[in-house]
């Protein structure tokens, strides 16, 4: 695994990993986008997909951020930036917005992550260290309410450290609940059997990203490179 003194490896850039993540949005979904890289992914929805973007403070069908002086100060998304409403869009209560996750009615959820584990459990709110500002919001809701969580996020800290790990050691906002994970050098799915890497960035190898995850990984069909084995082994 990467100690943080490593090489650096280049991949997709954010608007790469955003642009990658859009085009496994189901036609026809509803989908809740966390704060920070994950509102980048509306960005780059293909054009024939007609999704309904969900906010947890109460709109369903969430517009793109307005032209700076058609601002509404009213008219936020749950980062508190601003938004527009498609035509059709409907406005309601937070609580009803939390009934719509809890009840599973949102098709998919994309999150960043400060670690996922090999099972797919996520920590995104609090590295736990002394002082750290908990920030949590309606994570742990969506991670249990919602059909499908992809996470985006850097392979890596800005130190190097691998952030898909073994198992947690920040404090949790659920477990077992990522099904996807798309990073600046793969697409990384969990699986039962592990983890398993589906598709690599461009020039990024499949013995690169082994060596940049720190937890078993399994090569998917169709990769050059059809080898498993263990973060760090020849």
Same mark, same amino acid.
Do not use: C
């Given at each position: 695994m990467s100690d943080g003194r490593g $090489?650096?490896?280049? %991949?997709?850039? /954010? !608007?790469?990993? &955003? /642009? /990658?993540? &859009?085009?496994? =949005? #189901?036609?026809?979904?509803? =989908?809740?986008?966390?704060? @920070?890289?994950? !509102?980048?992914?509306?960005?780059?929805? $293909?054009?024939? /997909? !007609? =999704?309904?973007?969900?906010?947890?403070? @109460?709109?369903?069908?969430? %517009? $793109? #951020? $307005?032209?700076?002086?058609? =601002?509404? #100060?009213?008219?936020?998304n749950a980062g508190k930036k601003p938004v527009t409403a498609i035509p059709g869009a409907a406005y309601f209560h937070h609580a009803d917005s939390f009934t719509m996750i809890r009840g599973g009615h949102i098709d998919l959820c994309v999150l960043g992550a400060m670690q996922v584990s090999a099972s797919g459990d996520l920590a995104n709110w609090s590295t736990g260290a002394e002082g750290a500002i908990p920030a949590v919001g309606g994570a742990m809701d969506l991670v249990q309410g919602v059909k499908t969580i992809y996470v985006i996020t850097r392979h890596a800290t800005k130190k190097g450290y691998p952030k898909i790990v073994p198992s947690c050691t920040f404090p949790l906002t659920g477990r077992a609940c990522v099904d996807r994970i798309y990073t600046d050098l793969a697409v990384v799915d969990v699986e039962r059997e592990g983890l398993v890497v589906s598709e690599l960035a461009p020039g990024i190898s499949f013995e690169q990203v082994r060596e940049a995850i720190d937890a078993d990984v399994i090569a998917g069909e169709g990769l050059a490179d059809p080898g498993a084995g263990k973060a760090g082994e020849a």
């Open positions: $090489p650096s490896m280049k %991949g997709w850039s /954010r !608007e790469g990993m &955003a /642009r /990658r993540l &859009a085009m496994d =949005v #189901p036609d026809g979904s509803y =989908v809740n986008l966390g704060i @920070g890289m994950p !509102e980048l992914v509306a960005q780059f929805l $293909p054009s024939d /997909r !007609e =999704v309904l973007y969900h906010t947890e403070n @109460g709109l369903l069908g969430m %517009g $793109p #951020p $307005p032209d700076p002086d058609e =601002v509404d #100060p009213e008219l936020i």
